[in-house]
């Protein structure tokens, strides 16, 4: 089983993800190569596997990546092959956290073995005020990232399914409820 979970920065699907990691034990997160640097606290290997960008191009030329994008100029994000292997060989469940292109071309590859999730924010403004108070990236980089969600918004429609992230509580329940059902079917049938 294949899980692609989209949501523009600051929707909240890195706490969802995390939440439905802990909820489910046979999930397993496909960690994405990056040419971004890490941030304060990430790990290479958790969170990304950080990659400078002349080896990301070189794992373009390889083939080693199903899907890759530049996400927002200059930095490059891509899921590698061998993530799939990995985690279906142990036979989990894999979860892309990519962005809504990536989600689009995963899902078209895919097909009915994957379940796209889009997570919506409320509103714009209340994503903007997010990222202000994650305040991870600078002024100039967060008008950046919400003026790219407005377009994202629109790819919501091509997704299976969408779920708003009002409330954090209710978000993470029915993402529970989404990924149970699922899991679920599959083992019933
Ligand atoms: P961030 O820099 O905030 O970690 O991520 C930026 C964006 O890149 C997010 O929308 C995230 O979902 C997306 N992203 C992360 N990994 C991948 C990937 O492997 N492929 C694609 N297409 N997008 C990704």
């Known amino acids: 089983?294949?899980?692609?979970?989209?949501?523009?920065?600051?929707?909240?699907?890195?706490?969802?993800?995390?939440?439905?990691l802990q909820s489910f034990p046979t999930l397993e997160f496909s960690v994405s190569a990056t040419s971004r640097k890490p941030r304060e606290g990430e790990q290479d290997g958790v969170?990304?596997?950080f990659v400078s960008p002349e080896e990301f191009k070189?794992?373009?030329?390889?083939?080693?990546l199903i899907e890759y994008e530049e996400v927002y100029a200059g930095s490059y994000y891509g899921t590698p092959k061998s993530e799939i292997d990995r985690i279906q060989r142990k036979g989990h469940h894999v979860v892309f956290e990519v962005d809504v292109k990536g989600g689009?071309?995963?899902?078209?590859?895919?097909?009915?073995?994957?379940?796209s999730i889009?997570?919506?924010?409320?509103?714009?403004?209340?994503?903007?005020?997010?990222?202000?108070?994650?305040?991870?990236?600078p002024l100039d980089v967060i008008e950046k990232r919400v003026a790219k969600a407005a377009l994202e918004l629109s790819y919501a429609e091509q997704y299976d399914r969408v779920l708003v992230?009002?409330?954090?509580?209710?978000?993470?329940?029915?993402?529970?409820e989404i990924i149970r059902q699922y899991i679920d079917r599959e083992t019933i049938g």
């Open 104 to 115: 689009i071309k995963l899902k078209k590859i895919f097909g009915e073995k994957a379940l």
């Open 118 to 137: 889009f997570i919506m924010p409320p509103s714009i403004e209340e994503l903007r005020r997010r990222l202000i108070g994650r305040a991870t990236e």
């Open 165 to 176: 992230n009002d409330d954090l509580n209710l978000a993470k329940a029915q993402a529970d």
């Open 47 to 49: 969170n990304y596997y």
């Open 1 to 20: 089983m294949i899980f692609i979970i989209s949501s523009p920065s600051g929707g909240g699907k890195g706490t969802i993800i995390a939440h439905l």
């Open 58 to 64: 070189r794992k373009i030329a390889n083939d080693e």
